[in-house]
């Protein structure tokens, strides 16, 4: 207990819950990379085998190759969920004959991919001024009402990619905020 204790001496009261007297951590390994650990706390101090280490470890490896798995099965989830997602954008954006028809399809077909709570698509006007709604998900009514026409020459981030004809990409409400206050 004592060993625990000095070598995490910042968790010592989740030792002291725990009633640990002794403690073994395995790295889950997939490949040559640690993906996570796993812990065994024990109430009495205990001496560890080489046939108690050995289990612990394999113990280990099979946490780790489920994780893996499953991490596996969800991002053939999510790219499955994707493509069929763009398919179906793609049958309908192919049906679509006019510039209103693009953004019925966008507003009314669109799936929000990579989790996005919200999308907007819009043109330059004719005179090159603006730039037009076409379609939009997830705004309210009263932001719609607010977004059907932005001038280009206003500074946000959507302006800056037509003007620049650069894609932008803001990780952080922050970052964006301080690019665009």
Do not use: C
Not at 77 to 103: F, I, K, N, P
Not at 109 to 138: K, M, R, Y
């Amino acid at each position: 207990r004592d060993a625990v204790r000095a070598a995490f001496p910042e968790i010592s009261d989740v030792w002291d819950g725990l009633g640990t007297q002794a403690l073994a951590t395995v790295p889950l390994t997939v490949g040559r990379e640690a993906i996570g650990a796993m812990s065994f706390t024990f109430t009495a101090p205990r001496a560890f085998s080489r046939e108690d280490r050995e289990l612990f470890l394999a113990l280990g490896r099979q946490a780790a190759q489920a994780l893996e798995r499953a991490r596996l099965f969800e991002a053939e989830r999510r790219a499955r969920v994707r493509t069929e997602s763009l398919q179906r954008v793609t049958a309908a954006l192919a049906q679509a004959q006019t510039m209103a028809d693009v953004g019925s399809v966008f507003s009314r077909e669109l799936t929000l991919p990579g989790g996005a709570g919200s999308a907007w698509v819009g043109v330059v006007t004719p005179d090159g001024t603006a730039v037009e709604a076409l379609g939009w998900a997830g705004y309210s009514d009263e932001t719609v009402a607010g977004w059907r026409r932005l001038p280009l020459d206003a500074t946000m981030a959507l302006t800056d990619a037509v003007r620049s004809g650069r894609a932008q990409w803001w990780p952080t409400r922050e970052a964006l905020a301080a690019a665009y206050p």
